[in-house]
């Protein structure tokens, strides 16, 4: 051990994780300037905006008038719409990191490409949460749909964890079990769109939609608990979702406890799903395709992946959010729409470009 | 001293580890020879505790095995497995790196990191170590493997059927390697293998399992006789020396074929 450091190889690897953590902050830099044209752009269609800038510009006994009159009721109404805009931007940034963030923590717990909270049937179990409290308590409160939609995803996570420990089954088996049980929830919430009146009906399929419009603050900040609080368990155990890669055995044989790292991060990714959609409705592409495009530029190391995903997640939501306001304004599409229409078709000429099975 | 005593192991009402005695000195191989589906796989998982044994006791110079964590287990003994997964593979350098998990408690330091460069250098795997596993050779997945059990610093090897999928030069590479680990870092080494002829080339000690029990315990001359061969494979084959090595010869099947533990599950 007596020759010159640093070698080639470790400058090597150094170097590589310096890249994979420079890229991490330019997606954070990148989601605040996202953030900010997402603000930018809204604005710009606000009377009471241009109402203020209006106040700035000299305009003779007019203008005069207008600051002593209508001053406080235009900068109020004003700062309003500003603080409704940054709600949007902040929720999206949320649900948007959520969504990556938990979707490669479940592609690593159960160590498939097609793992997501949707494939697992946990987006559906929220979907059937949040519709049976339309239908059965003309739920029109978004406290109680949001609380359906929680209380089924966790429910379906228990379903599938429940499954698993009792026939100790392989990670085939659970996303089996996953689909099945997507399967159920959507036959079981078309059954009640069935029953429900046009106006339960319209109010259904708006959730399902996918929106961030549906969310105050308050809301926002239950949701960011819910999301946020499972992140440093996650990042904490980022180093043995590697060692979960290489096989269950060969992570035993290491030392890890395999059953308790994939109990303990189904539950916390399954929060942070439930976090994400119970106050937004179905946002499904994000936590599928994050992860993937991020393993595709910086590689499987999940102390990478992990943050680096839900940071792209972020930027994906936003850039969404300001798409579905623009391309089609007045008219606001649904950011779900958005996510999926923009995203299937970037997704696909991803998987077309690379020549490897997995990336 | 790696020392099994009365080890069993069940499946259900199924028996298919008993009564197994075993032991491995530092500095030595144990070669677990026997048919296909006779338990030899599920003795290596026992001892690196990947399954539990139903019963019977594993000591390490004297400790016992079930006593320990998994992570005290894991800085004692490593684990070489037949493959690698092939979804989502990593790159050589953090497989390696994964050797490291119980020394460390979160992120490798500087030392870790210099450890697994000088081990990938001595595996002469310079050249892809920033390539990912799945786009290696069979010969080198088995290599990258035992550079991540020696990045463990580990007293024992436990390896499964580690030459079962190489082709013929890679075989004799991968189990020089061992040999030369095993006599350079005093370790010790558990070898799960087919090949009656490697076996016996590279072990100190061979122990026979048939039906989940040890037919016969010995070195590789004492034990690898027609005999033998005949009771456990239900295969007649004349065994002799060439070159200075032991030689088995299969002639024929004699048509008695012991049930493998897959058969009895049925």
Known sequence: ?359 | MLRIDDLSFNYGAVCILAEIEASVMRGQILSVVGPNGTGKTTLIKSIARIVRPSGGTIRIDGTDTSRMTHKELARRVAYVPQHAPDTFPMTVFDTVLMGRRPHVSWRPSDQDLYLIVEIIREMNLEAVAMRTMDQLSGGQVQKVLLARAMVQEPDYLLLDEPTSSLDLYHQLEVLEIIAALIKNKKMGAVIAMHDLDLAARFSDTVIMIKDGKVFGTGTPAELISPENIRAVYGVEAAVDRANGYLHVQPLRCTGERAFSNEQRLQ
């Open chain 1, 1 to 359: 051990m007596n020759r010159q450091y640093p070698e080639p190889l470790y400058r090597r690897y150094k170097a590589d994780n310096r890249a994979k953590t420079i890229l991490m902050f330019s997606l954070i830099l990148l989601a605040c300037i996202v953030a900010a044209t997402d603000l930018a752009v809204g604005a710009s269609d606000i009377g009471p905006w241009q109402a203020f800038v209006a106040l700035f510009k000299d305009s003779g006994r007019i203008h005069d008038i207008v600051w002593m009159l209508r001053l406080p009721r235009v900068v109020l109404a004003a700062l309003a719409a500003l603080a409704a805009l940054a709600a949007l931007a902040a929720l999206a940034a949320l649900v948007g990191f959520g969504l990556g963030l938990a979707g490669a923590v479940f592609q690593a717990i159960l160590r498939n490409p097609l793992a997501s909270p949707f494939t697992l049937g946990i987006g559906s179990g929220a979907g059937f949460g949040a519709v049976s409290m339309i239908i059965f308590f003309g739920g029109f409160n978004t406290y109680l749909v949001a609380g359906g939609a929680f209380v089924f995803a966790l429910l379906s996570a228990l379903l599938i964890l429940g499954i698993a420990r009792l026939k100790n089954a392989s990670s085939e088996t659970m996303i089996l079990a996953g689909i099945a049980q997507m399967f159920l929830f959507s036959s079981l919430t078309s059954l009640l769109q069935y029953m429900g009146t046009m106006e339960q009906v319209h109010e259904i399929v708006f959730w399902f939609f996918g929106s961030l419009s549906k969310a105050g603050w308050p809301e926002i900040c239950l949701a960011a608990v819910m999301i946020l609080i499972p992140v440093p368990i996650l990042l904490y155990r980022s180093w043995d979702f590697n060692l979960l890669a290489a096989g269950d055995e060969s992570a035993k044989a290491l030392g890890i406890n395999v059953e308790r790292l994939r109990i303990t991060a189904l539950l916390a990714a399954s929060l942070m799903t439930a976090g994400c959609i119970c106050f937004t409705g179905v946002i499904s592409f994000v936590g599928l395709v994050a992860p993937h495009i991020t393993r595709m530029v910086i590689g499987g190391d999940y102390r990478f992946l992990l943050p680096v995903s839900g940071f792209l997640g972020a930027v994906l939501l936003i850039a969404a959010d300001t798409l579905g306001r623009t391309v089609w304004a007045p008219q606001v599409l649904p950011i779900g729409i958005v996510t999926s229409i923009i995203g299937v078709p970037f997704f696909f000429y991803l998987l077309l470009k690379k020549s490897r099975e997995y990336w």
